[in-house]
T-cell receptor
Framework: EPEVTQTPSHQVTQMGQEVILRCVPI?????FYWYRQILGQKVEFLVS????????KSEIFDDQFSVERPDGSNFTLKIRSTKLEDSAMYFC?????????????FGSGTRLTVV | RKEVEQDPGPFNVPEGATVAFNCTYS??????FFWYRQDCRKEPKLLMS???SGNEDGRFTAQLNRASQYISLLIRDSKLSDSATYLC???????????????FGKGTKLSVKP
């Protein structure tokens, strides 16, 4: 079964450092997403990406965040200057579109710890 | 008002029990509704979509009441493997060509005991 791959599985970084979280969506999918989940909290939408541009973003996705699809297979989330409150599980997801939301596939996540 | 609200639980039930989870959503224009399952420190996984007519998948039955903005999930004959957090998920609206992002509830934790 095709899967969404995320690397690394766990990243520890110092406050103020830049981090890049990487995702390889399913190859024929057209829509890509980042979600995050702070420990003990709900899963929160960050951003969606379609046709090489951001299609939606939440209030969380401020100027510290950016996304990129650098090479047609990877989909990255960059956090420019990490804060303690950025510590969370970050999930990448992709969908082919047209499935009414039933066709999302999530990756297994990257646990980001900011110290 | 929170967009998607769920009873956090935990629900501790014996094997074989029937358990029901409820969820309410605030946006009356919401288009699509789902139940997801999340195991500890894992990604959410789609359990089932929810339709106004009600739908069943084996031991699982989901129901949507648009007038009350209420979604339910019933699990019959609980198994140990059903232990997880159950997430109520809504897509608030479609617009333009947007696929629509998922709005998650905080989840209801279920623990099934032998």
């Amino acid at each position: 079964e095709p899967e969404v791959t995320q690397t690394p599985s766990h990243q520890v970084t110092q406050m103020g450092q830049e981090v890049i979280l990487r995702c390889v969506p399913i190859s024929n999918h057209l829509y890509f997403y980042w979600y995050r989940q702070i420990l003990g909290q709900k899963v929160e939408f960050l951003v969606s990406f379609y046709n090489n541009e951001i299609s939606e973003k939440s209030e969380i996705f401020d100027d510290q965040f950016s996304v990129e699809r650098p090479d047609g297979s990877n989909f990255t989330l960059k956090i420019r200057s990490t804060k303690l409150e950025d510590s969370a599980m970050y999930f990448c997801a992709s969908s082919p579109g047209g499935g009414g939301g039933r066709d999302y596939t999530f990756g297994s996540g990257t646990r980001l710890t900011v110290v | 008002r929170k967009e998607v609200e769920q009873d956090p639980g935990p629900f501790n039930v014996p094997e074989g029990a029937t358990v029901a989870f409820n969820c309410t959503y605030s946006n009356s224009a919401s288009q699509s509704f789902f139940w997801y399952r999340q195991d500890c420190r894992k990604e959410p996984k789609l359990l089932m979509s929810v339709y106004s007519s009600g739908n069943e998948d084996g031991r699982f039955t989901a129901q949507l009441n648009r007038a009350s903005q209420y979604i339910s999930l019933l699990i019959r004959d609980s198994k140990l493997s059903d232990s997880a957090t159950y997430l109520c998920v809504v897509i608030p609206a479609w617009y333009g060509g947007s696929q629509g992002n998922l709005i998650f509830g905080k989840g209801t934790k279920l623990s099934v005991k032998p």
